[in-house]
């Protein structure tokens, strides 16, 4: 071979090395639990997967769909790669699971409670029924803690509480009778308001912690190291997109929450569209062990005299930061 022939080869070397990474051939195939239904809290996730974001980092992301209590022990054994069910996550860490929040998505509670159009005030539902999600979920223990933070009333004792794992089963048995208030995300109230119901109470006006904060296993970051920045990357910019983009965001309201017309999309997005970040501050994931760690006390899960252990051992936030950082991603204001 000529001397210019190996300079050419040489060159192409070179620049094969350190050409950009083509992510379409270093795709990795990644499995992101989800709600049936859907969750408001949930929604960069759902823009990530409709606009592309994940196929743009290098990730083959599919949906599985499974309810909280299946999703978390799904997470737990390796069956799903992430989810976002908070509580359940939480409560594993705080009993030994071996498990890691990375990223954030809503910042503050986006809990409503919905009710028949005749319900002045949350106490005029002392002895009726509430329609929540089950036990140790956050679609039950934020309902809970700011009926008995707020109002006095506690389960079992004030109100009766029956289980309905999808926010829209709660929807239709509000409205065909079965329930007198239910608990569900903000873009889950057109279809209430449409059945006649009415909005009763945000739980954002009392209770302010991080909700669809994104967990994996940690044998998962240690066998997939490189996934969870283009994870990061991927909810920061759904995070990012819903925030500014209302046409392109509505497609996803309607497919993912089951949101009907383009009218009812546009107002959820107008009251959401501001509530999300892929951030984590430190005292609002503090809050989501915090409230978990006082649940498993009051059902005889965690020693009354027993404190807290820094959350920050479960988040892993210097990836986080550094992630966003190099992004340039913007903070939610």
């Known amino acids: 071979m000529s001397l210019t022939r190996i300079a050419y080869a040489s060159l192409a070397a070179l620049l094969a090395i350190s050409a950009p990474l083509d992510r379409s051939e270093a795709q990795i195939k990644i499995r992101v639990g989800k709600l049936s239904g859907g969750s408001g809290f949930h929604i960069p996730s759902y823009i990530a997967m409709d606009r592309g974001f994940y196929k743009e980092e290098g990730l083959d992301a599919s949906f599985i769909v499974l309810q909280g209590k299946a999703q978390v022990t799904a997470g737990m054994s390796g069956a799903i790669d992430f989810s976002a069910i908070v509580s359940g996550g939480a409560q594993a860490s705080m009993s030994g699971a071996e498990l890691r929040y990375v990223v954030g998505q809503a910042l503050k509670s986006h809990w409503i409670f919905i009710s028949k159009p005749n319900v002045a005030k949350v106490e005029d539902l002392k002895g009726k029924i509430f329609g929540f999600g089950r036990a140790g979920s956050a679609d039950y223990d934020e309902g809970a803690a700011v009926l008995l933070r707020a109002f006095k009333m506690s389960p079992g004792k004030d109100y009766k509480v029956i289980s309905l794992a999808g926010e829209p089963d709660r929807v239709a048995a509000l409205i065909n009778g079965s329930i007198d208030a239910g608990l569900v995300t903000i873009p889950h109230a057109p279809a209430a308001i449409n059945g006649g119901m009415k909005v009763l109470l945000n739980l954002g006006d009392y209770l302010q912690r991080p909700g669809g904060t994104i967990w994996t296993s940690k044998a998962f970051v240690d066998k997939n190291p490189e996934a969870i920045p283009r994870f990061i990357r991927a909810i920061a910019k759904g995070v990012m997109y819903y925030r500014d983009n209302k046409a392109g965001s509505i497609p996803t309201l309607k497919e993912h929450l089951g949101i009907m017309t383009d009218k009812d ?56 930061e550094k992630t966003l950082a190099d992004m340039k991603y913007v903070p939610a204001k």
């Open 265 to 320: 999309a546009e107002v959820v997005w107008e009251q959401t569209r501001a509530t999300y970040g892929a951030e984590l501050p430190k005292e609002s994931f503090r809050e989501i062990f915090e409230s978990r760690r006082l649940a498993m006390m009051a059902e005889g899960q965690w020693p009354k005299d027993k404190p807290l252990p820094d959350p920050e051992q479960w988040l892993m936030r210097s990836l986080l």
